[in-house]
């Protein structure tokens, strides 16, 4: 599978510091929204700051955030994501032992989680957003009956159609969004 550009390969030991369903959030909220201190991220999430703090030392502990000094003022203390995604290769965790797997269990199931929580907010909001954006948006699935040789490759493919819409648009292009794309292929019991 093609690699996304900035990303960071998951393996058990940072795995540890990130199988958590706060430090996943912290995370994405620093990737999709750019630096911010555990006091506004608390406030955005819903959390204590005591709480987000903690979290966020240990995502720095792990490698996945670093101070951003160049925006704090005074004491604050400011936080950014070194990379702006994440791969997972289950064939990294076969034969892991119990702990390791329950922490892949707890991360698959919070990404999938996520994903939910995302397309739910976009049905509650898309009145909001223009026509163009209502029609340019996407929920189709599809069934499929492949190898899983062809499973592979169609997600390499999708994976690197994908990166090359990256970087062809920026802020000030008039009417461009972030846009979260998400794919999921697995295998079904046929019936």
Do not use: C
């Not at 903690?54 to 955030?65: D, K, V």
């Not at 994903?115 to 069934?143: F, I, K, N, V």
């Amino acid at each position: 599978m093609p690699e996304e550009p900035n990303t960071r390969k998951l393996d058990a030991r940072s795995l540890r510091g990130l199988a958590h369903p706060l430090r996943m959030e912290l995370l994405n909220a620093l990737r999709r929204r750019g630096p911010a201190t555990a006091s506004m991220l608390a406030e955005r999430l819903g959390e204590s700051s005591g709480a987000t703090s903690y979290h966020l030392r240990q995502l720095a502990e792990h490698g996945f955030i670093v101070d951003a000094p160049e925006h704090g003022k005074g004491r604050e203390r400011w936080w950014k994501a070194v990379d702006q995604g994440l791969t997972f290769d289950t064939a990294e965790f076969e034969g892991a032992g119990p702990e390791v797997r329950g922490m892949a269990e707890i991360y698959l199931h919070e990404v999938a989680a996520g994903h939910a929580r995302e397309l739910s907010g976009w049905l509650s909001t898309r009145h909001t957003w223009s026509p163009e954006w209502a029609q340019s948006s996407d929920m189709s699935d599809m069934t499929l009956h492949l190898t899983p040789e062809l499973a592979a490759e169609l997600v390499g493919r999708m994976h690197t159609l994908i990166n090359d819409y990256r970087g062809r648009v920026t802020d000030e292009d008039p009417g461009a969004e972030q846009v979260r794309v998400h794919t999921h292929l697995f295998p079904t019991e046929s019936n």
